[in-house]
Every structure is written in C-alpha cells, then in structure tokens.
C-alpha cells in the first residue's frame, strides 16, 4: 500500500493552530488548570495513604479517622474536578466546534467560485464535521492533558526522587525507549492516518451522490455497481484500519512489555528494602503508587499520540481549504439608473492548458434589452453568465457595467434602487456589483423549507403581497391552492414539487429580488411552450426599464427579444 506523504511541516501546523486557537482558549485553559489540581489531589492522596499505612502499622503517631477523612476530602475534590471537566466540555466545546465550523463555512461561502471544485462536496462535508471536531479536540483536550501528563510525570518523578533515588533511576531509565518508540510511531502513523480519512471522505463522496441521483442509477440498473463500488472503498478502508491496528498494537505492546519489566523490577527492590528494614510498609505502597503515576503519564502519551496524529492529519485536511483563494471584499455597489453591459474584446480559459472556452468577444447588452443567447454546448453560454457575475474575472480584454439616466420610474415589487437623475456611470464588473443581477440557474435550485423561505432568501423584506405578485408573474399560481400555501414544505432540491413547479418558483424568487439585470440560464426548461410564452410575456413587462439577458436552447424565445447573440464552440 502506498502512503500519502504529508504537505505540511510540523511548524507550519503548529503556526496554524495557534492562529485558530483564540476561541479555544478559555475550555484550553480550564481544562490544563482542573488537570494540574488533579495531579496535586493525587500526589496529596498518595502522600495520605502512606500516612494512613504507617500509622495502621504504628510506624507513624496519628489518627486514621482524621487522616481517612482527609483521604475521603481528596476523593471527594477528585471527583467534583472530573465532574467539573466534563461540564466544561458539554457547554464550551460545543460552541468552540460552532464557531470553526462557521469559519470554515464562511471561507467556502465566500470564497472565489474557481477552486473549490477540486473538493467533492462529500470530502467538505467530513472536513467540515469529522475534522473541525478532530482540530477543537486537539486544542481544548488533547494539549491542555499533555500539559498535565508531563506536570504529573515530573512532580511524580521529584517526590520519588526524594524518597528513593535508585528507585526513581530504575524507573526512568525506560522514557529513553518509550520517546524512540514515539518517534518512529508517530512519522508512521501520521501517513496511515491520512489515507484512512481520504477514505472516508471518499466513501461519503459514494453515498452522497448516489442518493442524490436515486433515479438515474435504478433507470441505468446500476444498482448492485454502486454498492459494490461502495464494499471495494470499504473493504480498502478495512485494510487501512486493519494496519493502523497491527502497527498500534506492536507499538503499544513493546510499551507495555517496558513498563511492565520497569515497575517489577522497582517493586523488587522495594520488598528488598522492606525486608532489611529500611523502609516502612506505607513507604512501599508510595512506592507502588508513584511507579503508577510516573508509567502512566507515559501511557497517557502513548494514548494521546494517535490522537495527536489523526489532528495533525485534520489540521492538514483544514488548512487545504483554507488556501482556497476569497473574493475580494467590500462594500457593494448599488448602481443607479438603467444598467447595461459592456465586454470589449474578451477572451477566457479556466486553465492555462486548456482551449479558449471563449474568444475575442465584443457586445453592449444595452440598457432595458433583451437578449438571447443561443448556441450548441460548450460554446461559452454559461462561462459568460459567469463572468457577468464576476465569478471568474475575463483572461483577457475588459467586461464593465454601465449606467445612463433613466426613463421612466419603476413599479417592481422589491424595488430599492433610487431612480434620480444620475450621471452616467462606468464599473469594471467585480463582486461589489453582483447585488445589482438577479440570477435564476439551469435546473432545480429550491432549498429544503417552505415556499416562503424560499421566496424570502430574494428579498427578505418582501410581504406577502408581493411574494404573491411574484408568483403570479412567475406562472407559479398553483402555490396557492396548494393547502399550506406559501408554508408548503419542500425537500431537498424542491422535493414534492414537479421539475417545473420547482423552476417557477425559483423565478418568482428571482423577480423578488432588487436588481437592474436579470439573468436566465435555461430558466425555462421545464416548462411547457404556452407557460413559457406567458411567462416572457409577463418579465418583459416587469422588466420593461431592466436588462434581461437569457441563455436558451429554444428559438421560440428570440420573439420576445430585442438581441440575438449566437455564440460558436471555439
């Protein structure tokens, strides 16, 4: 099996999480200080205990009932503490596991639409929960108890010291083993690890897909091939598994099989000293204890150290969608009186070795036109919706918007664009502008959640009434005999409702939107002719002062417009 090699050094994740752990901090810090008062309580019980053996044996003058009720009063804090860290987690880790998901969510959301792609949506989806919850462990858990692990070894360690120091060597001569048992575990683990979570997003990618395309795979009889090209991803995730398993299992047996020798060999020499004398029996239960406390730390490592690795992986997995590149940001700009378009001369490819997706193109989508876009696929139709949405910036020549005074006032519902006299106006097309388009795409675009919730993500400020106004525009009247109306429940991608019931209402949606341009890209697709023709007849007349530009296979269209563009496949 071949492993994946990492991309990250471990300064540059360390670097990484220091920037992301302000939100972590506080459950970080109260977690390491519950933790170092635990390893205080324990020292202290194992200090107590002694006591109380000693004077059980008359080795030690005092009184075993106040001791004992000292020894109750540790055990008491002990728990109180455990009950403490895990309140803690309940009530901070949750909203620290919010608050990155909302930041990772955020760079996706707001990121450039070019990029992203090479992510399946299955694979950010396992980054987003799997990961994010790998990442808020590390910080808040993870390392606040490694903290405390090498606390505990060390005060451990000292009070053993100070006790006995042919005992304390006995026992530290096993840490040199265990840190070069950690080193070659960890560079192994953390390739393993990353071929196990690039698995599971993989097998994620499997079911997602298949579930959203239900219906072409039971049409195509491809049934048994998706759950048999599920079993082949699963059965390699077993196989990884499987490795990881065999590999923890050989590391965490030679620690063992160290610790083990080290603590019989301590508790030899103890019974030793015993027996000649030299100490007293509560002595030799302190011995047993602080033997305990100085292995366990190590085990403690031993059990964060995959932990520690499958975070590390996370924070690799994490820091790849972070370099997705972010649309410039700013202030939106609201244009003023009638837009047009204008592109001079423009070329554009997504890749450097790709074709020319679009060449030397020239047009003024003249304020108050309507344009139609024809022509076969591939030929650029979409890429230039695109670029009007400034979701990808021309390889060449120049595209702007522009804007002359108006003619006449506007009545369209959502309207919040000032008709005042203004002067003409030129804008190279950016982000800032996309708040002046309203876009309807190809296809099924409705969320799951009612009707209204829909309609409202066009103008959320719009009323009833206007939702209304929309839907009749839209040629989507039949939502109002549906019985719950516009709180009618759709599923996801506007399950329950026809492919055109669902493309009209993504219209009405639409037209609920401020906006001086409005652009369809097969909008009407779905639909029949007489629908279809009703409905250009009414957004011609909606939009009579407003740029239409509509991407269409149907030539039926061109006799609502007053532009035809015919783009050819370069």
């Known amino acids: 099996m071949q492993l994946n090699k990492t991309k990250y050094s471990t300064k ?96 996706l959301i707001k990121g450039k639409w070019h990029g992203i792609e090479k992510f399946h949506s299955g694979d950010v989806i396992n980054r987003l929960f799997g990961d994010v919850g790998d990442i808020v462990d590390l910080m808040t858990d993870v390392l606040p108890t490694a903290i405390v692990v090498v606390t505990q070894f060390l005060a451990s360690f000292i009070y053993l010291y100070v006790m006995d120091r042919t005992l304390a060597i006995i026992v530290i001569i096993t840490s040199p083993i ?44 491809q049934e048994n091939a998706m759950v048999d090209k599920l079993e082949q991803r699963q059965s390699l995730l077993r196989k990884q598994i499987k490795s990881r398993a065999k590999f923890s299992i050989l ?10 020798g080290a603590f019989l060999v301590a508790l030899t020499w103890g019974l030793f000293q015993l027996q000649e004398g030299l100490i ?189 106004q929309a839907l009749h525009l839209a040629m989507a009247d039949f939502v109002f005999n549906l019985p719950d109306g516009l709180d009618t429940h759709c599923a996801e991608q506007g399950g329950g409702l026809s492919e055109g019931q669902a493309q009209r209402i993504a219209i009405a949606r639409a037209i609920l939107h401020p906006c001086r341009v409005l652009l369809l890209d097969e909008a009407t697709s779905a639909l029949d002719v007489q629908t279809e023709k009703k409905l250009l007849e009414n957004l011609k007349q909606h939009f009579h002062d407003r740029t239409i530009i509509f991407i269409t296979h149907r030539l039926a269209v061109v006799d609502f417009t007053s532009d035809v563009i015919r783009m050819v496949r370069q």
């Open 178 to 221: 265990f840190v070069l048992l950690s080193r070659i575990y960890f560079k192994r683990m953390r390739r393993i690890v990353r071929t196990i979570k690039d698995s599971n997003s993989a097998i994620q990618a499997i079911i997602q897909e298949s579930i959203q395309h239900k219906m072409v795979i039971k049409v195509l009889g």
């Open 280 to 468: 007293t029996m509560g002595v030799l239960m302190a011995f047993t204890q602080l033997i305990n406390r100085i292995q366990r730390p190590m085990l403690d490592a031993a059990r964060l150290l995959p932990i520690f690795v499958n975070s590390l992986t996370s924070c690799e997995r994490l820091m790849e969608l972070e370099e997705l590149p972010l649309e410039e940001e700013g202030d939106p700009i609201l244009l003023e009186g009638n837009v047009g378009i204008r592109f001079d001369d423009v070329s554009y490819f997504y890749t450097k070795k790709g074709r020319t997706v679009i060449r030397h193109f020239s047009h003024d989508f003249r304020p108050g036109s309507f344009t139609a876009i024809l022509g076969e696929t591939g030929a650029g139709k979409t890429t230039l919706i695109r670029l009007i949405l400034a979701l990808i910036t021309p390889t060449e020549g120049k595209a702007e918007a522009y804007t002359l005074p108006p003619s006449q006032p506007s009545s369209s519902c959502g309207e919040r664009f000032p008709l005042s006299q203004a002067p003409s106006q030129s804008v190279s097309l950016s982000p800032a502008l996309r708040s002046n388009f309203s876009y309807i795409p190809q296809g099924n675009t409705l969320f799951s959640g009612t009707i209204r919730d829909n309609l409202l993500m066009g103008n959320p400020t719009a009323t009833t009434t206007e939702m209304h």
């Open 12 to 107: 540059q994740i360390a670097a990484w999480l220091w920037r992301h752990h302000r939100n972590c901090r506080l459950q970080a810090l109260l977690n390491a200080l519950i933790g170092l008062a635990l390893v205080g309580l324990g020292l202290l019980s194992v200090d107590t205990i002694r006591s109380l053996t000693d004077i059980a044996t008359h080795a030690k003058e005092g009184s075993i009932i106040w001791t004992a009720v000292l020894l109750g009063a540790v055990f008491l804090c002990e728990l109180l503490m455990h009950i403490a860290s895990t309140w803690i987690s309940a009530v901070l880790g949750v909203k620290t596991q919010n608050l990155m998901q909302q930041f990772f969510f955020r760079q």
């Open 251 to 260: 590391s965490k047996t030679l620690v063992n099989i160290g610790f083990a």
